[in-house]
């Protein structure tokens, strides 16, 4: 009866707490999403692109980039513009970041969403790996939030990272996506919290999704889970109009809140379902 009070006091107090989102605050907005090429940051740049944003997308593909652009250009995007970026590389994310504030004249929105590959199985002790994808996931967002946030400050906007309901809960498989995504909570929390003490014009939100259906996440799990996904352009969607509504926090889908929230009210339930949910076959 408490579980249920309580899970009842918290959706009312979230309902209660819905923001209104208002399309037109997207017209003309600078935006740069990293990770565009494919996935939820493609379904985000089609959405910004439909509210009429000035985008810029990055990716390492130039190609598939450029098929991107073209399209947010048909739905209708004020702008959209492109540049390829490996985000593993020191100077790539300071040229990507340049390149949207030259190319826009400053900056609305820095959606940090890009990831580098990593595989889905047991972790077999290769240490490059990690370091590499903490430097992909997590370095180059840390350092293109700190170039952003001058841009940020002077236009009251936005920075929105993407993360996972994996950064909050461990799971087996996911061993050093996991680390980078968890590192993504602690640094952009801790500077949450710097930001609203310093009274920052700048808002920040940030994201936890669950299994969403795109290609390479689907090809991931195959086999392996029957954890339902959810679709890209919605969850694209959810996070921009947390973005846009200055949310601190946005939960995609609505029910990984629930799960963050109570995960260590019975722990050993929780390492069961975990570990349970997964199909292992040595
Ligand atoms: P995808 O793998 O579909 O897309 C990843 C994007 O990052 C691509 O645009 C890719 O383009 C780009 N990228 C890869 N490596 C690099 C690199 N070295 N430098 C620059 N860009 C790179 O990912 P999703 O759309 O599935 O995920 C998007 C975000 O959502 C991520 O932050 C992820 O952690 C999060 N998320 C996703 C979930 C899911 O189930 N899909 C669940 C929870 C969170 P290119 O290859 O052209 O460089």
């Known amino acids: 009866k408490l579980f249920l009070a309580s899970v009842s006091v918290v959706l009312i107090a979230n309902r209660w707490n819905a923001p209104t989102f208002d399309p037109e605050s997207l017209k003309g907005a600078r935006v740069l999403v990293t990770g565009a090429s494919t996935g939820i940051g493609e379904q985000m740049a089609y959405h910004y692109a439909r509210f009429g944003a000035q985008i810029v997308i990055t990716a390492r593909r130039e190609h598939v980039l450029k098929q991107v652009a073209e399209r947010c250009l048909s739905l209708g995007a004020q702008k959209a513009l492109y ?22 004249g400053g900056l609305d929105y820095l959606v940090l969403n890009h990831i580098g590959p990593s595989p889905f199985s047991m972790w077999d002790g290769d240490v490059e790996h990690v370091r590499w994808i903490m430097k ?5 967002y840390v350092q293109m939030a700190w170039k952003g946030l001058e841009a940020l400050e002077k236009s009251k906007g936005s920075l929105v990272i993407v993360s996972s309901l994996l950064g909050k809960m461990a799971s087996p498989f996911v061993a050093p996506y996991t680390a980078t995504k968890s590192a993504l909570n602690g640094f952009f929390g801790s500077l949450q919290h710097e930001l609203a003490m310093k009274n920052s014009n700048v808002s920040l939100t940030i994201c936890t999704l669950g299994l969403i259906d795109t290609e390479a996440a689907m090809e991931k799990v195959k086999g392996k889970t029957d954890v339902p996904a959810y679709p890209a352009a919605d969850a694209a969607l959810s996070m921009i109009v947390a973005g846009a509504t200055r949310q601190p926090e946005d939960y995609y889908p609505w029910f990984t809140f629930y799960v963050a929230a109570t995960k260590d009210w019975f722990p050993s339930i929780t390492r069961y379902t975990v570990r349970n949910s997964y199909t292992y076959e040595p």
């Open 83 to 104: 540049i390829s970026a490996d985000m593993s590389s020191e100077s790539d994310p300071d040229k990507a970041l340049s390149f949207a504030l030259d190319q826009l």
């Open 136 to 140: 992909v996931n997590f370095f180059s």
